[in-house]
């Protein structure tokens, strides 16, 4: 299956910050409007699986990747479309990927 | 080169026999052997190569593992502390600066690396004998990542509320524990 590739340090900063806008710098809220998003709605259209390479940023608060990934599956109201549809690369944290599919799953059970 | 050892030391043996029969020949030497005392002899060599050759090695073995997995744990325990450390400084100051999350968010990524790297050294000595305690570990670790950098972590301004660090707290010592019980465990195999 071809891919949509995001690597995050690249595409978007290598200090991921806070869930929203109006509270920092590099929110996941903008990660998700500004690239995650398009290029998941773009993957979807395309019938390609979307990409996203973790690595090679300072980490991860939970916010940031609830509000991003979490917010993806709240968009489609249904976290199978997005883990069906998506896949992870994640060397720097082992158990990255594993959090990042809890915070999809538990997405729409708020 | 145990085994010259051995030939050596059962032609000492014999020779020591031969000169006691020859120079004290008030002691007699039986010349039958009787199935029994056979049987004894036999054991008794089989005992003395099979102890110190195969199960001591193998005990060895299994204590050197044992050790690099132990100290896995601990080193696994004194991150988790830090975090908890961390956490707590947080508290007292009533604010959490930038150099204080950065240092969570990054003993969050040691822990992950960690806790990979003890899953791997488990799998490799004793399969999979801990997959419970891993697993109920593995689920702590993910709670207790949410508690401590969820919310409204990285917001400027932003403090841990009470409930915050009361289930921090609460969850550092489940982790802790756990760990303990694992160290234990690991022990008595």
Partial sequence: MD?????????????????????????????????LLPK?????????????????????????????FGGLAREYKDHKIVLNN????????????????????DANNK | MKFVIGIILVLSGAAIGMGINHYFPSFPIEDKINLVDLTTLLITIFLAIYIPVFFEKHMHNKRYEKDVIIRKIEGLQST?????????????????????????INCFTTISNELDTLITLMD??????????????????????TTVTGGNFQRKNFKYPALTK???????????????????KVNSV
């Fill in chain 2, 166 to 184: 009361k289930e921090e707290e609460v969850t550092y010592q489940k982790i802790d524990k756990e760990l303990c019980m694992l160290i234990f």
């Fill in chain 1, 86 to 105: 998506i896949d992870f690369k994640s060397e720097d944290d082992p158990f990255l990927i594993d959090d990042i599919k809890e915070y999809i799953t």
């Fill in chain 2, 80 to 104: 988790i502390k830090n975090v908890n450390k961390f956490v707590t400084e947080c508290v007292q100051k009533n604010a959490v600066s930038a150099a204080n999350s950065h240092s969570i």
């Fill in chain 1, 3 to 35: 891919k949509i590739i995001i690597k995050i340090a690249d595409d978007y900063t290598k200090i991921p910050g806070v869930r929203e806008e109006i509270e920092g710098d590099f929110p996941g809220e903008e990660f998700l409007e500004k690239i």
């Fill in chain 2, 124 to 145: 490799y000595c004793q399969k999979d004998k801990f997959k419970v305690e891993i697993d109920r570990i593995k689920s702590l670790r993910h709670q207790y990542k």
């Fill in chain 1, 40 to 68: 998941f709605k773009q993957a979807l259209a395309e019938k390609k699986q979307l990409f996203v390479d973790l690595d090679d940023t300072a980490g991860y608060a939970t916010s940031f990747l609830e509000s991003a």
